[in-house]
């Protein structure tokens, strides 16, 4: 038994399994932001993290949220979401340059 398989093998009982990098990110099922817009859908969480850091830098809050936990390669049904009122600058600053 190699060293990989000892670690895995710790992990499992500590009760840790596979996580994609940034799930401490993505809120899921949490109720806070329900009543936030969506500006996007993405099936995978590497994304919906860069264009939350793109408008976070733009100076709008966004949120990456979950109705269910994403699968060990941060796959998922994932929504990036604005505060109300913020949707028409975020859509702005996602959509295509002209």
């Not at 992990?11 to 949490?30: I, K, M, T």
């Amino acid at each position: 038994m190699g060293i990989r398989d000892r670690l895995n093998r710790v992990g499992r009982a500590l009760g840790a399994g596979p996580h994609a990098d940034g799930a401490a990110e993505l809120h899921v099922s949490d109720p806070r932001f329900d009543d936030w817009e969506v500006v996007r859908d993405f099936a995978e969480l590497e994304s919906a993290r860069a264009w939350r850091q793109h408008l976070g830098e733009h100076g709008i809050e966004a949120v990456i949220t979950a109705d269910w936990p994403l699968d060990e390669f941060g796959r998922g049904d994932i929504a990036l979401r604005v505060q109300p009122g913020d949707w028409s600058e975020a859509e702005e600053l996602l959509g295509e340059p002209d």
